[in-house]
């Protein structure tokens, strides 16, 4: 293999302190992915422990702690950072034709940064963990002997720091490193919706970091700004938090949606339809994300008037989603669509990501919420949108830029891993619409014996979905020591990454690629002898 | 150390992604105004906060923030306005290429820094010693609200605190609160009845005066606390000025950096961008006390 960013230099310091976009998107990658390991292991005793009505593997303090800690590393740890951390850090630059992010130490600086955050916040776990939940509410938050609050708050202000630089260096990466020729809307979709995170992680994220930093002293020192008990507002913690907390939501679904926008139009080798609608739509999520967290708190004490505007910017918020799924499946229409494991993980996307966000509108809609809030409804609901969205956006994405990355294609035949993802997700949390619309309560560690048989199949559901992921796992692995070597293009993709080799070299271009239409497939047909798809010849280089 | 993400360009300053010095100037400017509107959204959760707490209690400010000192305040926002000034020169002098003058304006922008937490920490001495402070500091003497000392701190009503006091800091706050009250009640002619006017759990005003504590050895505290819940302005005082101070140390470690770099030489006309970029986070840091400083010091109607 000649010369690329792996092999460019050896030894331990040579990632350690290397400040290559690809070299820091590998270690996030790693990162995030046993964030989301040791994670789902939780997730998986806590299923396990539903598989009966009573208290079988934990007991009710071990559950809390489960629960709380799934729900923060989930978050804090894996969704957030995963798919700019990893998938961007890699192909963001690449995809501008640049070198290298603006700021290369700045995103080796965010990477250490995520590691102190994340040792620090499972370090909590030495000082009794956390049991109120990944929102920390207060005053329960406050209460005596939960110290473990401290450390977690704590991990979580530093991982926001961790959050900013990132979304800083990708804002003035987009704004100052593309190449002559790409105007703005000439830029590939997936770099709209990372822009619309790096927003978003921008302006949202220093709120959270300012109100750990009052829960910090409010448990440290009572200040009385959010403990009832001195004079303090437990609901404004609330506002404070979901300011920030519902615009990560979007922080976490954006780049999903990016990547989306870049497979079906791939996959259907058909010129992606609707370019600037769909462009527009990313930052228009972007903003309406900003308008609509109080709908987090419609039981907790709001004006009707209040309520029924965030209700009402809630509902706005499925048009632009909407013109996403109408778009892409537009796209598809008449495409020539290729069922390859990225487009198989594209299209359970769309599945799921419908599903979850129609629940959404059940929840937005106030005379329903009131019975549907706090029940396994709203547990089904985020988990269609942060798993069957995100995390299944994420993975289409790993398999398709999988071969860039490690330079190895993986066994095609083995993609059927995503059927069992599919079936596994489907059973585990369809499940849970149907608990929560019978009144299941979410976060209780025991349930009354009627719920049983639902809650079987969710658990069973659960560790199916578990073995469709580590054979996921297990093949992506074997790839990078069996896969034949992969070809410069792969898939037939028309974006910059493709025209470098795979992997890439260090300096990812040797000489500025020209820009042209990103979603245009009209130059391109398969070799054979490759595997892979070049310029027809004739066509311009 | 690190891989060879060497520069190519012969410019040991310019990075190897960049064609010009020029894009990267620019680039860490905009860099550096991204992050300063991420300093502006962190403070704008504490100006929130004041808002709506203010909005609660509108007396509660408006009486609270007569014990500041407005004189201290006013030279804080002077010392603060003047290091600005001298760091806007420093900034020139960096790119005039003038070395000298560069560090000469940086070490008086640091005293600047200094004298700012100098006086800020005779401000905050002042109120750890009149017990003016947040509610939940067992010193604090205007906690009332619910409010027990120390132990648990869930739902305690008044009744229940006065039927079982706490231990430990009780004697201490009794103290503080037997001055304040003595104190107050007689220099300013109010007369305030024991147990009913500062928002204290009734019957431990009453204690009696300690000795050593006679009337006068505070003079500040003629204004003191007249009325409930001051605890809750002057917990939303200590997070907004320390977080602030906060950044004004953070400034002073980047000041103290580039004064470093530029005695090192490490600044030409050409390439000054570090002393450019501090100067603009010192700005920022200087607007926000620019803010801070009529929100809480000179709310009240008269003085």
């Given at each position: 293999m000649k010369d690329n960013y792996l092999t460019h230099s050896r030894g331990f310091l040579s990632w350690a302190l290397t400040l290559d976009h690809k070299r820091i998107g590998l270690m996030y990658l790693v990162a995030v992915l046993s964030s989301f390991l040791v994670a789902g292991v939780m997730a998986l005793m806590i299923r396990a422990e539903h598989l009966?009505?009573?208290?079988?593997?934990?007991d009710a303090d071990t559950y809390n702690r489960l629960m709380t800690l799934h729900g923060a590393i989930m978050v804090f740890?894996?969704?957030?950072?995963?798919i700019p951390g990893a998938l961007g850090n890699f192909v963001l630059p690449i995809m501008l034709g640049a070198?290298?992010?603006?700021f290369p130490r700045l995103n080796l600086a965010s990477f250490y940064l995520w590691i102190i955050g994340a040792l620090i916040a499972v370090g909590s776990i030495a000082a009794g963990g956390v049991d109120?939940?990944?929102?920390?509410?207060t005053p329960y938050s406050l209460?005596?002997?939960?110290?473990g609050v401290i450390g977690m708050t704590m991990g979580v202000f530093i991982l926001g720091f961790s959050s900013i630089f990132t979304g800083l260096n990708f804002v003035v990466t987009i704004h100052r490193l593309r190449?002559?020729?790409?105007t703005w809307f000439r830029m590939p979709l997936f770099l709209w919706g990372i822009y619309a995170t790096a927003l978003l992680q921008i302006l949202a994220t220093p709120v959270i970091g300012i109100t750990m930093l009052l829960l910090i002293a409010e448990r440290?020192?009572?200040?009385?700004?959010?403990d009832p008990a001195l004079g303090g507002d437990p609901v404004l913690f609330q506002h404070f938090f979901w300011f920030y907390s519902h615009p990560a939501v979007y922080i976490m679904i954006l780049p999903g949606l990016a990547i989306i926008s870049e497979l079906i139009a791939t996959f259907s080798h058909k010129h992606i339809f609707g370019y600037s609608f769909i462009a527009f739509s990313s930052v228009a999520i972007a903003v309406f994300s900003f308008l609509v967290w109080g709908h987090h708190m419609?039981?907790?004490?709001?004006?009707p008037l209040a309520a029924m505007i965030f209700s009402a910017l809630t509902y706005s918020v499925s048009i632009p989603t909407a013109v996403k799924i109408f778009n892409w499946l537009a796209t598809m229409y008449k495409g020539s669509i290729s069922f390859q494991t990225p487009m198989l993980y594209a299209l359970a996307f769309i599945f799921l990501f419908t599903i979850g966000g129609l629940t959404g509108i059940f929840l937005g809609s106030l005379s329903t919420d009131v019975h549907l809030?706090?029940?396994y409804f709203v547990v089904a609901h985020f988990h269609y949108v942060m798993m069957g969205g995100t995390v299944i956006a994420m993975l289409g994405g790993l398999h398709y830029w999988w071969p860039k990355m490690t330079g190895r294609m993986y066994s095609?035949?083995?993609?059927?891993g995503c059927l069992l993802v599919f079936v596994g997700f489907n059973l585990t949390f369809f499940s849970q619409f149907l608990l929560g619309s019978l009144g299941m309560p979410r976060r209780y560690h025991t349930y009354a014996a009627e719920y049983q048989p639902i809650h079987m199949t969710s658990s069973i559901g659960s560790f199916i979905l578990a073995a469709g992921l580590f054979v996921t796992l297990f093949y992506l692995v074997h790839s990078l020591f069996k896969g034949k070597l992969a070809p410069a293009n792969p898939w037939g993709g028309?974006?910059?990454?493709?025209?470098?080799?795979?992997?890439?070299?260090?300096?990812?271009?040797?000489v500025a690629p020209t820009v042209g239409d990103?979603?245009?497939?009209?130059?391109l047909s398969y070799d054979p002898q490759t595997g892979g798809w070049i310029s027809k010849p004739g066509a311009h280089a | 150390m690190s891989d060879d993400h060497g520069h190519g360009h012969g410019d040991p300053n310019l990075a190897h992604h960049w064609d010009t010095m020029d894009q990267q100037v620019h680039a860490g400017k905009f860099g550096m105004w991204l992050f300063l509107s991420t300093e502006v959204l962190l403070f704008a959760g504490l100006f929130c906060a004041y808002c709506v707490y203010r909005g609660l209690h509108p007396e509660v400010f408006a009486e609270a923030?007569?014990?500041?000192?407005w004189k201290l305040g006013a030279l804080n926002t002077v010392i603060l306005l003047i290091s600005s000034f001298t760091m806007a020169m420093g900034v020139r002098a960096a790119q005039l290429g003038n070395r000298s003058q560069t560090s000469l304006m940086l070490v008086l922008t640091l005293c600047g820094a200094a004298g700012f937490m100098i006086v800020k920490g005779v401000e905050y001495t002042a109120k750890f010693e009149h017990g003016?402070?947040?509610?939940?500091?067992?010193?604090?003497?205007?906690?009332?609200?619910?409010y027990v000392p120390?132990?648990?701190?869930?739902?305690?009503f008044p009744e229940d605190a006065a039927a079982a006091p706490a231990e430990g800091q009780e004697a201490h706050s009794d103290s503080k609160v037997a001055a304040l009250l003595t104190a107050s009640a007689e220099p300013s002619g109010i007369a305030v009845p024991a147990g009913a006017g500062?928002?204290?759990?009734?019957?431990?005003?009453?204690?009696p005066p300690p000795e050593g504590?006679?009337?006068?050895?505070?003079?500040?505290?003629?204004?003191?606390?007249?009325?409930?819940?001051m605890h809750i302005f002057f917990g939303i005082y200590f997070v907004m000025t320390g977080t602030h101070g906060l950044h004004v140390i953070i400034g002073g470690i980047a000041i103290v950096w580039v004064l470093i770099r530029n005695m090192r030489g490490d600044f030409t006309p050409k390439y000054n961008l570090p002393v450019d970029l501090v100067g603009l986070y010192w700005h920022l840091v200087d607007l926000i006390w620019i803010f801070l400083f009529p929100l809480l010091y000179l709310i009240h109607a008269e003085h």
């Open positions: 009966a009505p009573g208290a079988e593997l934990v740890l894996f969704i957030i950072p995963s070198k290298d992010v603006a109120g939940g990944w929102t920390f509410y209460q005596d002997g939960r110290v190449p002559p020729g790409m440290v020192l009572g200040i009385g700004i959010f419609f039981t907790s004490g709001m004006s809030h706090d029940t095609e035949f083995w993609g059927i028309a974006t910059l990454e493709w025209h470098c080799s795979s992997p890439p070299p260090h300096d990812n271009f040797s990103p979603y245009d497939y009209s130059d | 923030s007569k014990v500041l000192d003016t402070i947040w509610a939940g500091h067992p010193g604090s003497v205007t906690g009332g609200y619910n120390q132990t648990d701190r869930e739902f305690a500062v928002g204290l759990v009734p019957n431990r005003a009453a204690a504590l006679a009337h006068g050895d505070h003079p500040r505290v003629t204004t003191a606390p007249k009325i409930q819940n």
